[in-house]
């Protein structure tokens, strides 16, 4: 009976220890959220959404970054979805078991482990020095892209395998060939899923900061870019320099807290949106 | 989300690929006019030969198509990899590789440029163990938490918002390791600002976490029940069956986490950048400033004048970068892979 009640207790702090692993994971994600509330909150306004910084960046708004981070993140997204769909396709319809597969499948965990800085080496050599598309919009969002594409298979990949193996078989039973069985009986369905994976990895690409510090993002541009042969102003970057390089570092700092807000809120909203609509698509499967 | 589900969605979300068909050329249509043209019903067996040897052809190469993008994959891992080498390989010729092992790193100096590597590596690991040391037991932790003492429905809360904690841009966790940590630190152990090695540690913790909850729990959940109800109907408690049975059973999975979180700790940049302070000295302890390796090529890649021996030095810091991260990550995925092995 001793032992029992020893047993207990042992039991009981051990499960209290692991719940208080659990409540600090919990504060400090909320202090995070709190403190950019609390103090970002208050430099939100119209202005700030909307107008170009002034005077050395002490004053005025963010919105040519804003403007920024959306034409780049839309570069991104045209080179990582299609290239990621495809990709996937490959991996789950046409692959065998194979060396080659194995291999494939190998590169892309490794891809989503190369540190982030790493890409935006590789795209000062490949997209600014031998394609010779400069420090640009176009580069930078071509890094992003080749930095999201391992994250875009992996989650496209993920909603080709919900789509149950009748669906193919009854296409190919009728006739179809292997590619009208997929175009017409598995693509439809997994489209809404595979884009949606999408969507979470491009919320994390608007949020790099190291890739395209070198490649195209600019410390400051009172005017928005014209093409894609254009330097831009990119949210993450604008507060890194207001956090680290400003001339009036302590006098910004509620410029530099509305930022990382509407960043916040950029990249979390767009991560949201996709979380809400994979549950929405997951509840209304009906195979 | 009905819009989705619509007929119109699906039609036209398949329109790249018609446009793929239309570039492959169609299958071409057999019109009832042309089939019946007098030619007895041998014409129509040669078009259906020439039809499904088209479509055959056909197939191929979409298959094809597809398997390019499949080993891009492939082609853009051994790109980095190769870019790197041959920008750094300058580098590795013009400093003999002695430089590198020192201590001091200085390639601006105007009397004699330094390359030594080894503070910013030491930085780096120092760095990332500080990380692990606090990651590695409130990881587990959670995830023991969250895959055997939680209920489900606490379950379904706190595992968006650990990926809410993975979403967070490190942008934002660097400026907050200099608002909230820094003077925190600085408070508490009376030195400067605050941008230190334990700053930068704490932070990456925090970096790690998702990952190293999400694949520990995933692993511990995997843990086959069986060896659980073993253990609980020889009169194990639930504690003990968690410490002697099931985490030693998913111990595969959770070194696996462990090692990814380690990854990512390592190549992380803009944390570092921020919240440590970036001095150059060899650092002697947690309340050092330090410069991690990731950082350095951050702060000076800007200012670098291109194609002199700096520029490449800082290629080469990117290949060793570029080579720890892939062995770690290599060894968490034999790990893993023989685990799901394993399980079948």
């Known amino acids: 009976m001793k032992k029992n009640a020893k047993k207990k207790f042992i039991q009981f702090i051990g499960f209290l220890v692991l719940r208080l692993c659990l409540y600090t994971v919990l504060a400090i994600l909320l202090i995070f959220l709190y403190d950019i509330v609390k103090n970002g909150g208050g430099a939100i306004s119209w202005e700030f959404i909307s107008q170009p910084p002034r005077r050395g960046m002490t004053e005025g708004g963010i919105f040519p970054a804003i403007v920024g981070t959306f034409i780049v993140t839309a570069v ?54 031998i394609l010779k598309f400069g420090t640009s919009i176009l580069s930078a969002g071509l890094t992003l892209g080749l930095l999201t594409l391992p994250w875009t298979i992996t989650a496209s990949e993920e909603a080709l395998k919900t789509i149950p193996n009748s669906y193919r078989e009854g296409a190919l039973a009728l006739g179809a060939t292997k590619w009208q069985a997929i175009r017409t009986n598995v693509l439809p369905y997994a489209i809404p899923g595979m884009l949606t994976g999408t969507v979470l990895g491009l919320a994390r690409a608007a949020g790099e900061t190291a890739p395209i510090m070198f490649t195209g993002a600019a410390f400051y541009l009172p005017f928005l870019p014209k093409s894609l042969s254009d330097q831009f102003m990119a949210l993450p970057y604008h507060l890194y320099i207001m956090a680290t390089q400003h001339h009036a570092i302590q006098q910004v700092r509620p410029l530099a807290y509305g930022t990382a807000l509407v960043l916040i809120v950029l990249v979390l909203g767009m991560n949201m949106t996709a979380v809400v609509i994979r549950y929405r698509l997951r509840r209304k499967r009906r195979w | 989300m ?138 587990l932790g959670v995830a023991a938490y969250l895959s055997d003492v939680a209920h489900w429905r606490v379950r379904e809360v706190v595992k968006p918002v650990v990926e809410v904690l993975a979403g967070i841009p490190s942008v934002v966790t660097g400026f907050l390791g200099i608002m909230l940590f820094g003077p925190l630190i600085a408070r508490i152990f009376h030195r400067g600002n605050g941008l230190n ?37 020889l009169g194990g408690s639930l504690w003990q069956t968690l410490v002697r049975v099931k985490i030693p059973a998913a111990l595969s999975g959770i070194i696996a986490s462990i090692m990814l979180g380690m990854g990512r700790a390592i190549g992380e940049t803009m944390t570092v950048l921020m919240a440590t302070g970036n001095a150059r000295a060899f650092p002697h302890g947690f309340l050092d400033s330090v410069r991690t390796m990731t950082a350095n090529i951050a702060i000076e890649l800007g200012e670098v004048p291109y194609y002199t021996t700096h520029y490449y030095a800082l290629f080469a810091v990117g290949l060793i970068l570029f080579i720890m991260t892939f062995i770690v990550n290599l060894i968490a995925d034999v790990i893993l892979n023989k685990y799901q092995q394993r399980e079948l």
């Not at chain 2, 853009?76 to 002695?98: D, H, M, S, Y």
């Not at chain 2, 590198?100 to 590597?117: H, I, N, R, V």
């Not at chain 2, 540690?201 to 843990?223: C, G, H, R």
């Open chain 2, 2 to 139: 009905s819009w989705l589900q619509k007929g119109r969605w699906r039609k036209s979300s398949t329109l790249v690929f018609d446009l793929i068909d239309a570039y492959w050329g169609k299958i071409p249509v057999v019109k009832p006019g042309s089939a019946g043209r007098g030619d007895g019903p041998g014409a129509t067996g040669s078009l259906f030969i020439k039809r499904k040897k088209r479509s055959r052809w056909k197939e191929s190469a979409i298959q094809s198509f597809f398997f390019a993008n499949g080993v891009l994959a492939v082609v853009v891992l051994v790109g980095i990899f190769g870019i790197l080498l041959t920008t750094a390989v300058p580098a590795f010729r013009e400093i003999p590789l002695a430089e590198f092992a020192k201590k001091a790193w200085d390639p601006t100096s105007p009397e004699k440029p330094l390359y030594g590597l080894l503070s910013m590596i030491v930085s780096t690991l120092m760095v990332t163990a500080g990380a692990l040391v606090i990651a590695i037991p409130v990881g």
């Open chain 2, 197 to 233: 090695a334990a700053n930068g540690s704490f932070l990456l913790a925090i970096m790690a976490l998702p990952t190293i909850i999400s694949i520990s729990e995933d692993s511990l959940n995997a843990v086959p029940p069986a060896y659980s109800e073993a253990s609980l109907a």
């Open chain 1, 76 to 129: 991104t997204a045209v080179l990582a979805i299609p290239l990621g769909m495809f990709a996937a396709i490959y991996l789950n319809e046409y692959a065998k078991q194979s060396r080659l597969t194995r291999l494939i499948r190998l590169s892309i965990r490794n891809l989503s482990g190369v540190p982030s800085i790493v890409y935006g080496l590789f795209g000062v050599i490949l997209f600014v020095n």
